[in-house]
């Protein structure tokens, strides 16, 4: 910008035709006026790009910011999360069709030493988890500051935060409000008080917004998905024109992020390569890139002078007095060598068995499939993709010709806006849903009483925006997740087709017991038929019947034959959950990755999400 | 001849005729019941594999292979509704009632409400129980006007200076219409052509179809049939049973040249033209009446494109009814006997060039051939009819 803005003037100077003095004199007293901002003055000044473009986002993208931190901490410290969440109107807001909102939240997280509070409610890019390569929900540090600065320009109060760490006496409070000039986080009304948690952290905004519950941008649906993918999570959540609800954890176990792996060669630019050299300090090049990249082996080091044609010389050298021509040599090298390919180990899933058991909580599913894909590389990032499909019971029957509801996740935050362009939308409408017994428009969305449930993980997704809406539509990732999908379906179709078998069955009795007086009456109506006559023809006709029937009622055992077969092989991969669910529901003939519960999964006196 | 083709012309049924087919058909299947056999409805398959053509017919005739629905749970439905819908077309017949598909369907539905045993039955569109009345007219083979069952007079409006048409009314009664005094009004023939007898006042020298309306409207304003001894009939597109046994009677009654204009494009020649002068696949049991095989096409032929310098345009493949019209195009070209046979050669010619060079031309484009001169495409069609410049 600021090469562009003296540009500018030079050009202007030409064609005004002044002496040289003054043209030097002008543009040096432009270059004066080239300012630097901070971080947080262009994030204040562009809130929109980090999901503040609409009041009802602000509200949406705020609690999300909250939660996600809350979650990510706990699962660091190793402490199953337990959420209280409250969202309400206040009263008319500032802004023009708004509401003053407060959002609460409160986690029994490891809580936050108060020197550390100003940084992460109150600075731009202040992060633990930025660059580190793990499947985190928040990466870069922006979000939680953003809801600060947008609280702060509405209300002009910023975040109130009470803390408490396991190893202090009381909890600190206090206010956060933002130097936007300076990037910082500014404490006020500091105080020390008594709080019930042993530890944990409770943060309040009060920012104008607009309250949506329903649809796919909708609070219940992001509370659902939040579910959905949490299984290890207990929720209470109050909000304004909703009844206070809890929702339980089916998973006594805390997920364990995986530490992130070293960089891959292949996956960096010339500039990070050496940028990435000078952590090393006075260091061996051949160490430094045995240390401090993944899937670099003596023998590839080997390769690199032998068949690459490097000098030997350059590996022996330290890296930190590298001239840059070496180290373009040793880059050029190194691409063009083969290296294994990114390790997968850095990826978190949910697994089949936490999904299994979370999307019960989803409300009253008749049936679901799920399934945990292998972790892959894709773009040559380790990513794993996950699937659930669920039918709800409620919305069945009444010919229901909605399209599919879809849930997106990346990296267990769901993405609940500008659908369309993400690849997940893009490989869900790819799949020939037909095949497997669902209705589909053509290049559309599937219709029917089903939740198609897709998470991404990776440590490095591409998200299409800074708001983290949207992952990137590439050709591989939308062929991960089509497989993916089709496995689902082809898990769904096994009990599609079982129901289909014993709907047939009923129907064709119902045929014969409806059709068969019809015919009889009508011929002999036409005919003038005497009583015996008709009744005979009826006897004849329910013994035709009655054959046919059997031979439906014996492809209906066989198909249930085959799909008990199937369950079987099945139920020894996830025998956890086959306990967890005799002990819960005592369900039959249910299968993790398509099974069928017995009853409604929720507990007596609590709804559903 | 194609082998195992027909040539006896089809008498047209009786009123005691077909209710003595419907009592048969009735009987036998009780019958069958009582013995606990489960009975079997045959019906005449109408479709293109079942479709056999000689030049000699004229039109196409149906082959061997039947349709036949044995009772078992999936068909018993289908048998019920067959029946239940014989039993509203004889009684039809037996007190001369006549009613239109859409008609039958509302007598279906008024039944079935007022009965609440027949609910199963309930169609839940038209579309629903005109199947099952084609299926009782394969069936039993006979015309659904046979069965009192008529379509909607759709086009075949026609114009003539000439042409006397005298109609006997159910009721024995008979009347005449004389074209030439209905000024620039058309005359709207029936679906009942068998009860009409034509005249010629004075000497017809050829009959013209023309496949828009529009246009044969613009051509009498224009006074062509002031100006030529002619019949000129507007087909109104696809050629409804009406126009197709209204051209068969002018063929059969009157021994004019009869002649078909219309567009160039693939879907003209195969639903249109087709359809006029051989039948078609679906109506393959009333094609005898209901086709003019001496109807001959006088365009737009491709080389009139150049000739008179005609307004052509690309097939839009994106379009999908364009692009289904050049699938069945290909089609034809290997699997109907009708383009297949050698007599068609020069029509075959005509769809293989519509196919290969995927161009179309309208009927209409004669009229850009000089825009100030109204008279300018009844130039071109008499200078064609009379220089011979069309296809047999």
Same mark, same amino acid.
């Given at each position: 910008m600021a090469k562009k803005q003296v540009k500018k003037v030079t050009k202007k100077v030409s064609v005004e035709d002044d002496s040289s003095a003054e043209v030097i004199s002008r543009v040096r007293k432009s270059a004066k006026q080239i300012t630097t901002s901070s971080t947080a003055e262009y994030f204040a000044k562009n809130l929109q790009q980090v999901g503040f473009s609409s009041p009802v986002k602000a509200v949406l993208t705020t609690l999300k910011e909250a939660l996600d931190n809350s979650l990510d901490a706990c699962e660091d410290a190793g402490i199953l999360p337990e959420i209280r969440l409250q969202v309400e109107k206040l009263g008319p807001g500032t802004?023009?069709?708004?509401d003053q909102i407060r959002i609460y939240v409160e986690d029994n997280g490891p809580g936050i030493e108060p020197e550390d509070v100003a940084k992460v409610?109150?600075?731009?890019?202040?992060?633990?988890?930025?660059?580190?390569?793990?499947?985190?929900?928040?990466?870069?540090?922006?979000g939680i500051s953003a809801a600060t600065t947008w609280a702060m320009q509405t209300t002009a109060t910023g975040a109130r935060v009470v803390t408490k760490t396991k190893n202090a006496r009381k909890a600190f409070k206090c206010v956060v409000d933002m130097d936007l000039k300076n990037n910082k986080g500014v404490l006020r009304d500091k105080t020390n008080v008594d709080w019930t948690s042993p530890h944990g952290t409770s943060i309040e905004f009060k920012l104008d917004g607009r309250i949506q519950l329903?649809?796919?941008?909708g609070l219940l649906n992001y509370i659902r998905s939040t579910v959905l993918l949490n299984p290890h999570m207990t929720l209470h959540y109050e909000i304004t024109d909703v009844a206070p609800n809890t929702v339980e954890r089916v998973v006594n176990t805390v997920p364990v992020v995986p530490q992130a792996t070293e960089p891959h060669?292949?996956?960096?630019k010339l500039g990070e390569f050496m940028s990435h050299a000078r952590?090393?300090?006075?260091?061996k090049t051949s160490v430094w890139l045995k240390r401090g990249?993944?899937?670099?082996t003596d023998k590839v080091l080997q390769d690199l002078v032998n068949?690459?044609?490097?000098?030997?010389k350059v590996l022996d050298s330290f890296v930190d007095a590298l001239p840059d021509e070496d180290f373009k040599a040793l880059f050029a090298a190194i691409q063009a060598v083969e290296l294994l390919p990114?390790?997968?180990?850095s990826v978190l899933s949910v697994g089949e068995d936490g999904l299994a058991l979370s999307i019960r909580?989803?409300?009253?599913?008749?049936f679901f499939a799920v399934l945990s894909r292998k972790p892959v590389i894709c773009d040559f990032k380790p990513l794993q993709v996950e699937v659930a499909v669920a039918r709800l019971r409620e919305r069945r029957g009444e010919d229901n010709e909605e399209p599919v509801q879809v849930l997106r996740f990346a990296n267990r935050v769901p993405l609940q806006f500008d659908?369309?362009?993400c690849a997940i939308v893009k490989a869900i409408t790819s799949v020939n849903w037909r095949a497997y017994g669902l209705k589909q428009p053509r290049n559309a969305l599937p219709l029917g009483p089903y939740i198609i449930a897709v998470s991404v993980v990776s440590p490095f997704i591409k998200f299409k925006n800074a708001s983290k809406e949207t992952i990137d539509a590439s050709d591989e990732l939308v062929e991960e997740l089509r497989r993916a999908l089709m496995q689902t379906g082809q898990r769904l179709s096994r009990y599609l087709s079982r129901e289909h078998k014993a709907g047939e069955l009923e129907q064709r009795v119902q045929h014969i017991e409806q059709f068969g007086p019809i015919l009889v009456e009508t011929l002999g109506r036409i005919l003038g038929a005497s009583e015996e006559r008709k009744q005979a023809a009826t006897a004849g006709l329910a013994k035709i019947l009655e054959k046919d029937t059997k031979g439906i009622k014996k492809d209906l055992a066989d198909a249930e034959g085959r799909l008990a077969t199937y369950l079987e092989e099945k139920k020894s991969r996830l025998s956890g959950f086959f306990e967890g669910l005799e002990q819960?529901?005592?369900?039959?003939?249910?299968?993790?990755v398509a099974a069928v519960p017995s009853k409604p999964a929720s507990k007596a006196g609590k709804e559903k999400v | 001849m194609a082998k195992g083709q027909q040539t006896t012309k089809r008498v047209a049924k009786k009123q005691s005729e077909i209710i003595s087919m419907g009592t048969e058909l009735c009987e036998r299947m009780l019958s069958d019941l009582e013995r606990a056999k489960r009975p079997i409805l045959t019906a005449t398959k109408c479709s293109l594999d079942n479709s056999l053509y000689s030049p000699k017919v004229g039109y196409l005739t149906p082959g061997n292979k039947k349709v036949s629905s044995e009772l078992n749970v999936s068909s018993v439905k289908k048998m019920s509704r067959a029946i239940f819908m014989l039993e509203i077309l004889l009684r039809n017949v037996e007190i001369s009632n006549i009613n239109t598909k859409r008609e039958l369907y509302y007598v279906a539905k008024g039944l079935v409400k007022h009965e609440s045993?027949? &609910? %199963?039955?309930?169609?839940?569109?038209q579309d629903e129980s005109d199947s099952v009345i084609d299926f009782i007219c394969e069936m039993m083979e006979a015309y659904r006007e046979e069965l009192n069952c008529v379509a909607d007079d759709?086009?075949?409006?026609t114009y003539s200076k000439q042409l006397v048409v005298v109609e006997t009314e159910l009721d024995g009664n008979q009347s005449t219409v004389?074209?030439?005094?209905l000024g620039t009004a058309p005359y709207q023939p029936k679906n &009942? %052509?068998?009860n009409l007898q034509l005249k010629a006042k004075s000497k017809i020298d050829f009959c013209l179809i023309i496949e828009s309306q529009g246009t044969a409207n613009t051509l009498v304003a224009n006074g062509f049939t002031k100006r030529h001894n002619c019949i000129l009939i507007g087909?109104?597109?696809?050629?409804?049973n009406a126009v197709r046994a209204w051209v068969r009677r002018i063929q059969e009654q009157l021994r004019v040249p009869l002649y078909f204009f219309g567009d160039l494009d693939a879907y003209t020649m195969q639903n249109i033209y087709r359809t006029l002068k051989a039948g078609s696949a679906a109506s393959l049991i009333r094609n005898s009446d209901f086709c003019a095989p001496e109807v001959k096409f006088l365009g737009v032929l491709p080389e009139d494109i150049a000739k008179y310098d005609l307004v052509d345009y690309p097939v839009k493949e994106s379009d999908l009814q364009e692009a289904r019209a050049l699938k069945k195009a290909r089609d034809a070209l290997t699997n109907d006997p009708f383009f297949k046979d050698k007599k068609n050669k020069d029509l075959r010619a005509i769809l293989d060039w519509l196919v290969k060079n995927k161009r179309r031309c309208e009927?209409?484009?004669?009229?850009?051939?000089?825009?100030?001169?109204?008279?300018m495409m009844e130039k071109i069609l008499i200078d064609k009819i009379k220089s011979g410049n069309y296809i047999d």
């Open positions: 802004l023009k069709n708004t409610f109150g600075e731009y890019l202040a992060s633990s988890k930025f660059g580190r390569g793990r499947c985190s929900r928040g990466q870069q540090g922006i329903n649809g796919e941008g060669p292949h996956t960096m952590l090393f300090g006075r260091t990249f993944s899937r670099v068949q690459k044609g490097l000098k030997r990114p390790a997968t180990t909580r989803l409300g009253d599913i008749d659908k369309a362009a819960e529901d005592q369900l039959t003939g249910t299968d993790v | 045993k027949l &609910r %199963p039955l309930d169609f839940q569109d759709r086009g075949g409006q004389d074209l030439s005094t &009942r %052509p068998q087909a109104q597109g696809v050629p409804s009927q209409q484009s004669f009229i850009s051939v000089d825009p100030r001169d109204p008279q």
